[in-house]
């Protein structure tokens, strides 16, 4: 029986990872949910699987889930704050944590789970780009297995030689990795003619269902910069190894090419539960829940190289992993702040690519050398953002 936290079960990820655990009562037990603002949401959940802890984001909304809770005569234990997330992983009895907290919220608690030997199931992309070496750092110390969730890196991760992630360096043959991408909603349409776009727009993926910050993205291809960098430093290969593929059917979820000319892919449908599944039962596989893929109905399967000038953001992310230190730092936190701005505050979407561009350029990158300088560096960038975006209007 596994124990498993889940940091952000209220998301598109939390909510996956449940119906998966549903449907598996003999293998999993949940003890701890956390959530920012869906309050009744995480009630839902907390009646359906008693937890031990569950965490909100402020007083007001613990006061609302202790209320609701107590009509059920549930006795959860209800935390609220950042340091309370940090509780729910040391706390709450798990082995397990799946990190699907969004952005860098989810930095000190994944840190923590990765320091204290917890089996990680790394949902939260940003916080490996914000902190790569020193998170990596932590796995290795802590001892705990660290399995990727995002699509590509899970598929890379099945793709890859037994213990590869154990000696990296070694390589055992494998010469490139290669991500896909859908391309997101705007896929074929020039620049030019993205002005005015909306977050309505913007949101809605072509084949996946996904919360809106990795939407929006999705549609700048922010997120496959972010997950260059994630792939970068979960195996350890060179950057110019990592190649990013347009494949916009989302049926091959990503590549590993080897020295001897062979290509293994893994396919699926675009459904976040198989790798979830995957993450939750390694090394054993178990029922995600997700319909078969029937190859005989895709009309084809198609690859192009990306065009970077159509997509600033990616151009963007890919020199920051190139200066390394603490610029991948600096070009999440600005596009965090650019993706909520366009979200909430009417940021043209143009725009979003300015914001990371001016703020990248604004603050040189430094060893990223301890927890406490990355999260003053990310609080640094952010303040540099919001001016920037107040210098726009
Ligand atoms: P989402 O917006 O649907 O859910 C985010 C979760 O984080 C919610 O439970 C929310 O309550 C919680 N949260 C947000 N801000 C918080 C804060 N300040 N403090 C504490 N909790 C907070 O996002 P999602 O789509 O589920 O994505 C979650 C993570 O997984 C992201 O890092 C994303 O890049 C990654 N990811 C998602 C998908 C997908 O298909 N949705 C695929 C690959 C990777
Ligand atoms: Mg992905």
Not at 165 to 178: N, R
Not at 235 to 245: A, H, N, T
Not at 285 to 298: H, K, S, Y
Not at 337 to 351: K, M, N, Q, T
Request: hydrophobic fraction near 45%; include cysteine; glycine fraction near 6%.
């Amino acid at each position: 029986m596994k124990r498993v936290a889940i940091l952000g079960s209220t998301g598109s990820i939390g909510v996956n990872t449940l119906d998966v655990i549903r449907a598996h009562p003999d293998r999993f037990e949940i003890v701890a949910l956390t959530a920012a603002k869906q309050i009744e949401r995480l009630a839902e959940q907390c009646i359906e699987f008693k937890p031990a802890i569950a965490v909100v984001a402020n007083a007001e909304g613990a006061a609302q889930l202790s209320r609701l809770l107590q009509a059920k005569s549930i006795s959860t234990q209800v935390l609220y704050g950042p340091d309370a997330l940090v509780t729910a992983v040391m706390e709450s009895g798990c082995d397990t944590v799946m990190a699907a907290i969004v952005g860098a919220a989810g930095l000190v608690p994944t840190m923590a789970a990765a320091q204290a030997g917890k089996r990680v199931l790394l949902a939260n992309k940003e916080a490996l780009v914000m902190s790569g070496n020193l998170f990596m750092q932590a796995m290795q110390s802590g001892g705990g297995e660290l399995l990727p969730i995002d699509s590509e890196h899970n598929a890379i991760f099945q793709c890859l030689p037994d213990h590869f992630t154990k000696s990296p360096s070694a390589h055992l043959g494998v010469e490139e990795l290669w991500l896909t991408a859908s391309g997101g909603p705007f896929r074929d349409k020039p620049i030019a003619g993205l002005a005015t776009i909306t977050p309505e727009q913007a949101c809605a993926h072509p084949n996946w269902v996904m919360g809106r910050k990795i939407s929006v993205d999705s549609a700048t291809m922010m997120n496959k910069g972010l997950e260059v960098i994630e792939a970068f430093w979960l195996f350890g290969l060179p950057l110019e190894r990592i190649k990013v593929l347009i494949h916009p059917q989302s049926v091959v979820h990503s590549m590993v090419r080897y020295r001897d000319g062979s290509v293994l892919a893994q396919m699926g449908q675009p459904d976040m539960r198989t790798p979830i599944a995957y993450g939750l039962a390694w090394p054993e596989r178990i029922d995600a829940g997700v319909p078969n893929l029937n190859l005989t109905q895709l009309a084809s399967l198609s690859f192009t190289e990306p065009n970077f000038s159509q997509f600033p953001c990616l151009s963007l992310a890919f020199a920051a992993a190139k200066a390394g230190g603490t610029a991948p730092t600096v070009l999440n936190a600005a596009n965090e702040i650019a993706v909520a701005a366009f979200l909430d505050e009417g940021l043209p979407y143009l725009r979003i690519s300015e914001v990371v561009e001016r703020t990248l350029s604004a603050l040189e990158p430094i060893a990223a050398s301890s927890l406490e300088l990355i999260l003053d560096v990310d609080a640094r960038a952010r303040d540099m953002a919001r001016q920037c975006i107040r210098n726009f209007k």
